[in-house]
């Protein structure tokens, strides 16, 4: 039986440039993520785990370099894509829960608000059908501009990483820069030669697909003028009828009438965009679902009115409003006490099943591996010591520092002095060679 391969990191680099060099963050890093399955990331403060899920969403900070490898998502490279076909994925496709729930959120924005927000920002629907019909021809155009970017910004790199390696001298620098730019700058030169086909089949395309969409949209008005015709007509005679008898049977069916035509217009509407009505509707679907109690007077407070594992289910419930289906959850249960995670883990592992989400959860709990994971990553220095499936993990540990990490955590039969891990994590300026 063949695995349907969600997300695939394969030799993922990741470095961020800083004064003293660059600082080796994400080492040769690959996994993969199957539908329906929790992969855990484990390992210690600093070892790379955030700036991994960073990578994968594009949010890196804006001296973070991809050095190399592919993060695919449905037969996509992620680190080659533009920022507009990334905003179809990101939150979309890939949902993200950060840390600190507190600090996720606007603290002058009622609750609300927030949840409906992206909904009603990318809610228009005529033009996302448009953009459907040329997506693949834009895509292509935006993403070659990206990567003649991409080559343009590794020539720079490599200057600054040549630079700050003191080990090599003056002379020979020059000449490994002349080389490597000269190699980038010849791939350039083929990639932008293709840019002029690559724009017009897009702009053909987008033409094409206006005309679609506007004999699309006339059809639509043209049947829902007929049809509201119709109800106004009857509201029409209704109102006749009652200037002559006033009566409350009239009254009540001329309010019936007017109530028909207002759920008739609001239909129509959302035939073209999310309405404010609709955002609101799915987002008291979303806060029942993650098991915030009344949520149509929840809909109305401020951040500072919930508390910590009210405000994580309100992370949740935005990040689950696009029908992700696949949700990356980076430490979110650290913030909360011990009551409190539980709940938040269950709910997770609840609509994980409901939803059939694939599900990356990143942590330093082991006892939270062990509660949430189908499989385990083992992440030091930057690197992905051991991975495999959480029995093993937990039963047939390879790695030293595995055993490590395990031996450090307390159980309830625990009598002797528990491990610690002695020294302190290596600087990744200066990576460790094994």
């Known amino acids: 039986m063949s695995k349907d391969i969600i997300l695939a990191v394969k030799n993922l680099e990741v470095s961020f440039r800083t004064p003293n060099g660059l600082v080796r963050a994400v080492r040769d890093v690959s ?11 484990v390992g210690e403060s600093g070892s790379g785990k955030s700036v991994t899920l960073r990578t994968i969403m594009g949010i890196l900070a804006r001296n ?17 894509l533009s920022e507009a076909n990334f905003h179809k994925i990101r939150g979309n496709k890939i949902g993200m829960i950060f840390q600190d729930p507190l600090s996720s959120l606007n603290p002058i924005m009622k609750i ?23 997506h693949h021809e834009f895509h292509d155009y935006l993403n070659k501009i990206t990567l003649i970017k991409l080559l343009k910004e590794d020539i720079e790199n490599k200057k600054f990483e040549l630079l700050k390696d003191e080990e090599v001298s003056k002379e ?47 059809e639509i008005q043209d049947k829902q003028k007929v049809e509201l015709s119709g109800v106004q007509s009857r509201l029409a005679d209704l109102r006749s009828d009652y200037k002559i008898d006033q009566s409350e049977d009239l009254k009540s069916k001329i309010d019936e009438v007017k109530q028909e035509l207002e759920e008739m217009r609001e239909d129509f509407t959302r035939t073209f965009k999310v309405t404010k009505r609709e955002a609101k509707e799915r987002t008291i679907q979303v806060m029942t679902e993650v098991g915030i109690p009344e949520p149509e007077k929840r809909f109305e407070q401020y951040p500072f009115q ?13 990040a689950l409003t696009a029908n992700p289906e696949v949700l990356i959850c980076d430490e979110p249960t650290t913030a909360l006490d011990v009551t409190i995670q539980g709940q938040i883990l269950k709910l997770i592992k609840d609509l994980k099943l409901e939803r059939e989400l ?39 540990p390879q790695h030293p520092y595995t055993w490590a990490l395990l031996s450090s955590v307390p159980d309830l039969d625990t009598t002797a002095k528990l491990l610690s891990i002695p020294g302190t994590p290596p600087d990744m300026l ?3 060679k094994g």
Do not use: C, W
């Open 64 to 80: 973070g370099v991809v050095n190399g490898g592919e993060i695919n998502y449905r037969n996509q490279d992620l680190t080659k």
């Open 31 to 41: 996994f993969e993520l199957e539908k329906g399955e929790t992969l855990a990331i």
């Open 112 to 134: 609300g608000k927030q949840i409906t927000e992206a909904m009603l920002v990318n809610g228009n629907r005529i033009k996302n059908r448009m953009r459907d019909l040329y």
């Open 172 to 218: 020979e620098v020059k000449k490994q820069f002349a080389a490597y730019k000269a190699e980038k700058v010849a791939l350039i030169a083929t990639e932008k030669a293709e840019l002029p086909g690559l724009k017009a089949k897009y702009l053909a395309k987008k033409k094409e697909a206006k005309a679609i969409v506007r004999v699309e949209k006339k």
């Open 306 to 318: 919930f508390s910590g594992g009210m405000r994580q289910r309100i992370v949740i419930a935005i």
């Open 358 to 396: 694939s599900v990356v959860f990143v942590t330093h709990d082991l006892g939270v591996v062990a509660n949430m994971a189908d499989r385990v990553a083992v992440m030091y220095a930057g690197k992905i010591v051991e991975y495999g499936k959480a029995e093993e993990i937990f039963y047939e």
């Open 430 to 432: 200066f990576p460790p």
